[in-house]
């Protein structure tokens, strides 16, 4: 069974700080992996998605990196602002079948003003 | 453009007693899914739907049961609630059904008690 894990499961930075987020996954074979945002009482926001055969994705100040064959993913957040305070969850998908994902506890960010 | 709408947001039920969970999507998606998510653990699925007409059972289905008679509409139903039951209910889209590419879209949730 596919087991996602992210650490740490809390960070503190003050702002202006680069950081980063890291999720393990146990079972390489995959489709794609996601990294989510979840604000509290809310439901997550997609932010990225790598594709298997992808390295990294990019948007704004967000990068996230792939290395599937050692179970392995990074989000890369630039110049933090007390706005990127959320859980970041990372989830990956299997190879075949429906788009069921499997998810990482989320990392607790907060950035400090 | 509303998205994925679900209702309630936030229920509290007493051990037995049965409910429906809603969940609407606006945009055409051929993929449903429910999933629970509890303090210290990752989400969860419990039920997820290819098409209308067609679901299957997740990773923890026991005491849910879904249908999906629309595209639009995948309501989760609880028979008798327990206590374990309470968590926090999302329920997620996308357009595609199968492995792809295509991000989940997700619901604001649905906040469960059962007492």
């Known amino acids: 069974k596919q087991e996602v894990t992210q650490i740490p499961a809390a960070l503190s930075v003050p702002e202006g700080e680069n950081l980063v987020l890291n999720c393990s996954f146990t079972?390489?074979?995959?489709?794609?992996l996601q990294w989510f945002r979840q604000d509290p009482g809310k439901g997550l926001t997609s932010l990225l998605l790598i594709q298997s055969s992808q390295r990294e994705q990019t948007s704004g100040r967000l990068n996230a990196s792939l290395d599937k064959s050692s179970g392995r993913s990074t989000l890369y957040i630039a110049a933090s602002q007390p706005g990127d305070s959320a859980t970041y969850l990372c989830a990956v998908s299997k190879p075949t079948g429906a788009n069921n994902l499997f998810f990482g506890t989320g990392t607790r960010l907060t950035v400090i003003p | 453009n509303a998205g994925v709408t679900q209702t309630p947001k936030f229920q509290v039920l007493k051990t037995g007693q049965s409910m429906t969970l809603q969940c609407a999507q606006d945009?055409?998606?051929?993929?449903m899914s429910w999933y629970r998510q509890d303090p210290g653990m990752g989400l969860r699925l419990i039920h997820y739907?290819?098409?209308?007409?067609?679901?299957d059972q997740g990773e923890v289905p026991n005491g849910y049961n879904v249908s999906r008679s629309t595209t639009e509409d995948f309501p989760l139903r609880l028979l008798s609630a327990a206590p374990s039951q309470t968590s926090v209910y999302f329920c997620?889209?996308?357009?595609?059904?199968?492995?792809?590419?295509?991000?989940?879209?997700f619901g604001n949730g649905t906040r469960l008690t059962v007492t």
């Open positions: 945009m055409n998606h051929e993929y």
């Open positions: 739907s290819v098409g209308a007409g067609i679901t």
């Open positions: 079972d390489s074979a995959i489709y794609n």
């Open positions: 997620a889209s996308s357009y595609s059904s199968g492995a792809n590419n295509s991000p989940l879209h």
